[in-house]
């Protein structure tokens, strides 16, 4: 059968609309994750059985993602491919698993094997909180401590919103948050204060000595507190530090968070005449691993928020803050990690 020539433009825009179809089919297909399998099997002398499934699960991991792009992401052996595989999804790769199911695991004294299925997504792992949560659990749910002296429009707070929030998320993620008493920052602070007691008495003591001088200088007792630099300030890392280890955890989160009133005309112009406030939030945090002293630093913020009550103002600023904050950490604390 042969089309005329007054039939051939009417089918035209019918050939045009199915392939369009066709390419947003295969779009979507190819927008969308893939399920892979692998198995795993290797030697588990010298290692107990949480041990030898922390590290198959850590190698299917890896070969899952080289399965799915079909090229080698980390060409090292052990704990070192993991490790380089974290590096790979975190740099903007735009590659990671989206779900992971363990479907048999087997060990004995000689051997061990593992067969999991696992769903590759495209896209970026810092905006999936399932995908981050795997990491999190293959890295070992680190036990975290999260110390933040906090002062909103000059008030002091026991109860961190800044600590609270970063905590909350950090847990969501799978994190072990060790949490602590309300008054621990009065305790670090009375530490704080017995040791610049016992620093200023030496410096006396040899100052006054026959060798020294006849007075004290102002190095000597030039000791500031206030609430930004209590325990981020004046070597009082040693203080929380201490503290963390004594408790237990692998990763001390620690700093100072603060807000002040701004001009709200500098923030919305048209708002100049209204009852609004404007309040603007600050933070110097950062992450430290215990362990091996890495230290992750979370950029210097600010955050601004407006609200008929500048107290409630603060307290949202420094929630957004405190979520910027944990986006800087997700991806670095787990490269810290000794694994």
């Not at 704990?79 to 590659?95: H, M, N, P, Q, W």
């Not at 602590?180 to 610049?196: A, F, I, N, S």
């Not at 928020?305 to 604390?333: H, Q, Y």
Request: glycine fraction near 6%.
């Amino acid at each position: 059968m042969t089309l005329s020539k007054t039939m051939m433009p009417s089918i035209f825009p019918c050939v045009l609309f199915l392939l369009a179809q066709c390419l947003s089919i295969l779009s979507i297909a190819q927008s969308q994750e893939s399920t892979i399998s692998v198995e795993v099997s290797g030697s588990s002398l010298q290692l107990d059985q949480e041990e030898a499934k922390m590290k198959a699960l850590r190698d299917a991991y890896v070969l899952s993602l080289e399965k799915a792009l079909d090229t080698t992401i980390a060409g090292e052996t052990g704990e070192e491919r993991f490790a380089k595989t974290l590096d790979f999804i975190f740099s903007g790769k735009k590659v990671y698993l989206k779900s992971y199911e363990v479907v048999s695991f087997d060990f004995s004294p000689q051997r061990y094997s593992v067969s999991t299925k696992a769903e590759v997504q495209k896209g970026d792992i810092s905006d999936d909180l399932q995908g981050l949560k795997i990491v999190t659990d293959l890295v070992g749910n680190p036990k975290v401590l999260v110390i933040i002296d906090e002062a909103n429009l000059g008030k002091h707070v026991l109860r961190s919103v800044a600590e609270s929030q970063i905590s909350r998320e950090l847990s969501l993620l799978g994190y072990n948050v060790i949490d602590h008493p309300v008054d621990v920052l009065d305790k670090l602070m009375e530490r704080k204060k017995q040791l610049e007691d016992k620093k200023l008495v030496e410096r006396r003591e040899r100052t006054f000595s026959p060798q020294g001088v006849e007075r004290t200088t102002t190095e000597a007792i030039s000791y500031t507190v206030d609430y930004y630099g209590l325990v981020i300030g004046y070597g009082n890392e040693k203080i929380a530090y201490d503290y963390a280890k004594e408790k237990g955890a692998e990763i001390l989160i620690l700093g100072g968070v603060y807000t002040e009133e701004v001009d709200v005309a500098s923030v919305l112009p048209s708002a100049t005449k209204s009852n609004f406030r404007s309040v603007r939030a600050y933070s110097t945090i950062r992450a430290a691993v215990l362990e091996s002293g890495s230290i992750v630093t979370s950029d210097a913020l600010e955050v601004t928020k407006m609200d008929l009550s500048p107290t409630t103002a603060g307290n949202e600023a420094i929630k957004d803050l405190a979520e910027r904050i944990v986006m800087d950490f997700i991806a670095n604390i787990p490269l810290k990690l000794q694994l």
